[in-house]
């Protein structure tokens, strides 16, 4: 629940920077509608199972609200809010036409045969299908949910109101999903990492590049930055590590994963531990794993001078106050892994118009948004008391709603 505290503190910090007064502060904070409904499955052997299912509304001041439905045993209210109010402001820090919400249900999908699965998931849309919708809530995947389990929810959701693609996003193809969807989040850290680079006179070409977690966000980010000339040193995951100080050849690493389900034994590299992986001599580090990775004990051993965050909250408050004064810089999570949520919106936008764009319109449009969100979240650095560009991240976001907040009040 570090994450919670985090997100809390990281508020509690713009809003006092923007001086929004308490009033604001708690309109903004207060989610706008939370649901939890029983979900009584009936199982394949015949008994019986009640989960909880949940969606958490946080704000709908800048358009429908964005969010994933995350299946996992941990599901609770608190975590979900949290989450919710994250997507609001990484939706508007992207400046997508947005507001934040998060859903899920308490359920462990690895103990559910695939047909529970999908009677869950109908039943979970059967209870939401009112409040969901392309221009209320539009859901998403999230941990423990997949493009199938969107299917199901957009055939079920037509049930109720018909065919309408754009309720959910991250679908397969043949259903309206998005071309580039899949990659969207680790090719929207490369674009990140680009702009910052240049910022700082640096290119792509040569740099050493180090992974945690080599899952969808992880091995895209690895075999991106590589096809643009970087050099990926070491990468981790729930295995171990493997490095090789020449770069490692990402193509032939994501092959033995999928053989081998992991990266140790990687005949191309020299098996390594998970924290030598993060303290390895690299200029770039991608946390793209889980959360409060970087703390108060292991941030000064960190070498890279620039941090991307994939993951959702891998640096704590603490690690940030020791990068910032060692002068590595942190591309914080709102805005370095928010390529996940641009392409859903490009897929909904597609979905509206019944018109798919091409793989390359897609990367194209995505690349813009990145390159705008980092030039407006320079200038609100440039423009305010932030230190970092995470608390200029945060201020641009909650200001984008406060303004919208206040105009349609
Ligand atoms: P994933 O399940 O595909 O991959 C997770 C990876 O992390 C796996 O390789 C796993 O082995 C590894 N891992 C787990 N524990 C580890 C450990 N202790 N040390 C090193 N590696 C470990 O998940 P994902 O979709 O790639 O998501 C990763 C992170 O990115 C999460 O924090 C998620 O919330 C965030 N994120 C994902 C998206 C997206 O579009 N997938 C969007 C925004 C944020």
Redesign the pocket.
């Known amino acids: 629940m570090q994450f919670i505290e985090a997100s809390k503190f990281y508020f509690d910090q713009a809003a006092k920077a923007l001086s929004l007064g308490s009033r604001r502060e708690r309109q903004l904070l207060t989610p706008m509608r939370e649901i939890k409904v029983e979900l009584t499955l009936p199982l394949d052997n015949g008994e019986i199972a009640t989960f909880i299912g949940y969606r958490v509304q946080h704000d709908n001041a800048r358009g429908p609200m964005k969010g994933?439905i995350r299946y996992n045993p941990a599901v609770d209210p608190d975590e979900v809010t949290a989450l919710a109010t994250l997507m609001t402001w990484?939706t508007a820090v992207v400046d997508l036409p947005y507001g934040g919400a998060k859903g899920g249900i308490n359920c462990d999908p690895r103990q559910l045969s695939q047909d529970e699965l999908q009677r869950l998931t109908r039943l979970w849309t059967d209870a939401m299908h009112d409040v969901i919708g392309p221009n209320l809530d539009i859901p998403a995947?999230?941990?423990g949910t997949n493009a199938q389990t969107m299917a199901w929810i957009v055939d079920q959701y037509a049930n109720y109101k018909g065919w309408q693609p754009a309720v959910i996003t991250?679908k397969p193809i043949e259903l309206g999903g998005s071309l580039g969807?899949e990659a969207?989040?680790?090719r929207?850290c490369l674009f990140a990492l680009e702009a910052v680079l240049e910022d700082a006179g640096r290119s792509l070409e040569g740099i050493r590049v180090a992974v945690?977690?080599?899952?969808?966000?992880?091995?895209?980010a690895a075999r991106l930055m590589a096809e643009r000339g970087a050099k990926v040193v070491a990468v981790?995951?729930?295995?171990?590590?493997i490095a090789n100080p020449d770069g490692l050849d990402v193509p032939a690493l994501i092959a033995h994963?999928a053989a081998t389900k992991?990266?140790v034994n990687f005949p191309g590299g020299a098996n390594a531990s998970?924290e030598q992986?993060l303290t390895c001599d690299c200029d770039v580090l991608v946390?793209?794993?889980?959360?409060g990775?970087f703390t108060k004990v292991n941030a000064k051993d960190v070498r890279a001078k620039w941090i991307v965050e994939?993951?959702?909250?891998?640096t704590t408050p603490e690690a940030d106050e020791t990068f910032r004064a060692a002068g590595v810089t942190v591309i914080p999570?709102i805005f370095a892994?928010?390529?996940?949520?641009t392409v859903s919106y490009f897929e909904w936008v597609q979905n509206i118009q019944a018109y798919p764009w091409t793989e390359e319109h897609v990367n194209r449009e995505l690349r813009a948004r990145m390159r705008k969100a980092y030039a407006d979240i320079k200038e609100q650095a440039r423009a305010s008391s932030a230190r970092d560009l995470r608390e200029a991240a945060f201020q641009l976001a909650i200001q984008r709603v406060a303004r919208a907040t206040k105009l349609r009040s």
């Open positions: 994933g990484k995947p999230d941990m991250g969807r969207a989040t680790g929207g945690q977690g080599f899952g969808n966000v992880g091995s895209w981790s995951d729930v295995t171990g590590g994963v992991g990266v998970g992986v946390p793209a794993a889980m959360e990775v994939g993951a959702n909250g891998p999570d892994n928010a390529g996940g949520v």
